[in-house]
């Protein structure tokens, strides 16, 4: 057995009322893919941070090598040969890739700091990681597994042989989680040693040697390759077994109950339409998944049907009321919902408590309001009924939303959203970067509400996840549906060649 190259012993975090980590013991050996594993919130961020030196433990140990190590900052870190690339980027966007990857490596006055000599030298870099980039590029034009890429050199270029690598496939398709798995088995290969902090069981699977999993703070177990299966690792995630979701599939309706019609909708993008006469229609208590190659109009239909894109041509109508161009306040009255599938950007005000976030969308239109003055007892009284309701953890109204983790965070837009009873939900990837626990949570409710009689338009590029939750699936191809179909009824070949724009599979 390979010797440690980091070995963590009874590392305990705490923050406030919240401990992070409580005693947990974590190695790392050499030339191994080693899976930290757990739920949103269990800790398994804080512990990485730790031991990247973001993070001062209140009590525990750290070997490097062997030897005792203080490491109390990224620099420490760093000299040791330990890197790590966060889930989110911290890149400079008008710098070019190579200006990136060697920003603060070396003193200003350097010599060598001539673009032409690190185009070549980051050039080098990545064929010898077989990683090829654009170095001159900047940061800004590089797709988003590119300027992963780019962190993932910039602390090579370091030095580093240990490398954390904390949700990296929480923003990237399926090819280009391929993609990087390939790298990871390339680095091991070259002697790296790696932690993949993730909590998707199919790339365990795929990339783990030996897996930890943590819950709740605490270390539950370690396993090594051939002792695991998705079963168990889900039971050691959760403390319980993800029984299956029942779906009860609705047959075809008369098109005239539809509760969401688009017809004939057309956007403008950049010299191409973005919508080309698009048609859909989503009848009451059904789910309509929308699948495709990411950039193929399904953006456009969002920002068209909420209101936040101007339209060429076509018609929105919501339970047979023409809504087409109105503002989004307007059609949140016509009993239109949205979970954005960016929860940061669109979903929550992360520097706002929780209560706040809960009643944002109603304050507006004068709801919380008495005698001209916000209901501030009443806010909160409700906020806190919604928070117990959907399970947020913790369940605290006072609380900013951006403390808490990504699957607590999408709770309260569930709150917030299916709170309202709405006629028309548009779920925009709903269960982006959330662990198994909370998918199927997030699954149950939208089964829920459909059952209510809420119209559901879902987009996914999840296929296993339209797959399971949607009655019909549409897919989108160049702005257009190539392809519509009941799920009962669908053909798995013909919706690979329609999503790839393959004649066949045209509907």
Same mark, same amino acid.
């Given at each position: 057995?390979?010797?440690?190259?980091?070995?963590?012993?009874?590392?305990?975090?705490?923050?406030?009322?919240?401990?992070?980590?409580?005693?947990?013991?974590?190695?790392?050996?050499?030339?191994?893919?080693? *899976?930290?594993?757990?739920?949103?919130?269990?800790?398994?961020?804080?512990?990485?941070?730790?031991?990247?030196?973001?993070?001062?433990?209140?009590?525990?140990?750290?070997?490097?090598?062997?030897?005792?190590?203080?490491?109390?900052?990224?620099?420490?870190?760093?000299?040791?040969?330990?890197?790590?690339?966060?889930?989110?980027?911290?890149?400079?966007? %008008?710098?070019?890739?190579?200006?990136?990857?060697?920003?603060?490596?070396?003193?200003?006055?350097?010599?060598?700091?001539?673009? @032409?000599?690190?185009?070549?030298?980051?050039?080098?870099?990545?064929?010898?990681?077989?990683?090829?980039? @654009?170095?001159?590029?900047?940061?800004?034009?590089?797709?988003?597994?590119?300027?992963?890429?780019?962190?993932?050199?910039?602390?090579?270029?370091?030095?580093?042989?240990?490398?954390?690598?904390?949700?990296?496939?929480?923003?990237?398709?399926?090819?280009?989680?391929?993609?990087?798995?390939?790298?990871?088995? +390339?680095?091991?290969?070259?002697?790296?040693?790696?932690?993949?902090?993730?909590?998707?069981?199919?790339?365990?699977?795929?990339?783990?040697?030996?897996?930890?999993?943590?819950?709740?703070?605490?270390?539950?177990?370690?396993?090594?390759?051939?002792?695991?299966?998705?079963? %168990?690792?889900?039971?050691? &995630?959760?403390?319980?077994?993800?029984?299956?979701?029942?779906?009860?599939?609705?047959?075809?309706?008369?098109?005239?109950?539809?509760?969401?019609?688009?017809?004939?909708?057309?956007?403008?993008?950049?010299?191409?339409?973005?919508?080309?006469?698009?048609?859909?229609?989503?009848?009451?208590?059904?789910?309509?998944?929308?699948?495709?190659?990411?950039?193929?109009?399904?953006?456009?239909? *969002?920002?068209?049907?909420?209101?936040?894109?101007?339209?060429?041509?076509?018609?929105?109508?919501?339970?047979?009321?023409?809504?087409?161009?109105?503002?989004?306040?307007?059609?949140?009255?016509?009993?239109?919902?949205?979970?954005?599938?960016?929860?940061?950007?669109?979903?929550l005000v992360l520097d706002m408590t929780l209560a706040e976030n809960l009643a944002i969308n109603e304050i507006p239109a004068g709801g919380f309001t008495r005698r001209g003055l916000l209901d501030w007892k009443r806010i909160k009284k409700e906020a806190a009924g919604l928070l117990e309701e959907y399970d947020v953890?913790?369940?605290?109204?006072?609380?900013?939303?951006?403390?808490?983790?990504?699957?607590?965070?999408?709770?309260?837009?569930?709150?917030?959203?299916?709170?309202?009873?709405?006629?028309?939900?548009?779920?925009?990837?709903?269960?982006?970067?959330?662990?198994?626990?909370?998918? +199927?949570?997030?699954?149950?409710?939208?089964?829920?509400?459909?059952?209510?009689?809420?119209? *559901?338009?879902? &987009?996914?590029?999840?296929?296993?996840?339209?797959?399971?939750?949607?009655?019909?699936?549409?897919?989108?191809?160049?702005?257009?549906?190539?392809?519509?179909?009941? *799920?009962?009824?669908?053909?798995?070949?013909?919706?690979?060649?329609?999503?790839?724009?393959?004649?066949?599979?045209?509907?």
């Amino acid at each position: 057995m390979a010797e440690n190259v980091v070995e963590l012993r009874d590392i305990s975090k705490r923050f406030g009322d919240v401990q992070a980590n409580d005693g947990i013991d974590f190695d790392l050996r050499a030339g191994e893919i080693h *899976v930290l594993l757990g739920e949103n919130g269990a800790g398994k961020t804080t512990l990485m941070n730790v031991m990247f030196g973001h993070v001062l433990p209140d009590s525990g140990t750290m070997l490097v090598g062997g030897r005792p190590a203080d490491i109390r900052s990224p620099h420490d870190a760093l000299a040791l040969g330990i890197g790590m690339v966060h889930q989110h980027f911290s890149l400079v966007p %008008t710098f070019t890739a190579a200006e990136n990857i060697v920003l603060g490596s070396r003193p200003v006055l350097d010599l060598r700091l001539k673009p @032409s000599a690190i185009r070549r030298e980051i050039a080098s870099l990545a064929d010898r990681y077989n990683m090829p980039i @654009s170095p001159a590029t900047p940061v800004r034009d590089l797709p988003v597994d590119l300027q992963q890429r780019v962190e993932i050199l910039k602390v090579l270029y370091r030095g580093a042989k240990i490398l954390i690598l904390d949700e990296p496939t929480s923003l990237l398709g399926p090819r280009q989680i391929d993609n990087l798995l390939g790298i990871l088995e +390339d680095l091991r290969a070259d002697g790296h040693s790696i932690v993949l902090v993730t909590h998707k069981l199919a790339e365990v699977m795929q990339a783990a040697d030996r897996v930890t999993v943590i819950r709740a703070g605490k270390k539950v177990t370690e396993v090594e390759r051939g002792e695991f299966n998705e079963r %168990t690792l889900t039971r050691a &995630m959760t403390g319980q077994d993800i029984t299956t979701v029942k779906v009860d599939r609705v047959s075809p309706q008369d098109e005239a109950a539809a509760l969401l019609q688009v017809n004939n909708l057309v956007t403008t993008g950049i010299g191409v339409n973005s919508l080309d006469g698009l048609n859909l229609s989503v009848r009451a208590g059904e789910i309509l998944g929308v699948a495709g190659v990411e950039g193929n109009g399904q953006r456009d239909i *969002v920002n068209a049907v909420t209101g936040l894109a101007s339209l060429e041509s076509g018609t929105v109508r919501i339970d047979g009321v023409n809504v087409t161009g109105s503002e989004p306040g307007d059609l949140r009255e016509h009993g239109l919902a949205v979970i954005p599938e960016d929860r940061h950007g669109w979903g929550l005000v992360l520097d706002m408590t929780l209560a706040e976030n809960l009643a944002i969308n109603e304050i507006p239109a004068g709801g919380f309001t008495r005698r001209g003055l916000l209901d501030w007892k009443r806010i909160k009284k409700e906020a806190a009924g919604l928070l117990e309701e959907y399970d947020v953890r913790p369940a605290d109204t006072e609380l900013e939303a951006g403390t808490l983790s990504g699957g607590n965070q999408q709770k309260v837009v569930l709150a917030r959203e299916f709170s309202r009873r709405p006629k028309v939900l548009i779920a925009d990837n709903p269960t982006w970067g959330l662990d198994v626990g909370a998918v +199927d949570y997030v699954h149950r409710r939208l089964l829920q509400l459909k059952e209510a009689g809420t119209a *559901v338009l879902l &987009m996914s590029l999840d296929l296993d996840e339209l797959l399971k939750l949607s009655d019909r699936v549409a897919v989108m191809y160049r702005g257009r549906v190539v392809l519509e179909r009941p *799920v009962d009824e669908l053909d798995l070949d013909d919706l690979a060649l329609a999503m790839a724009g393959s004649p066949v599979g045209v509907a």
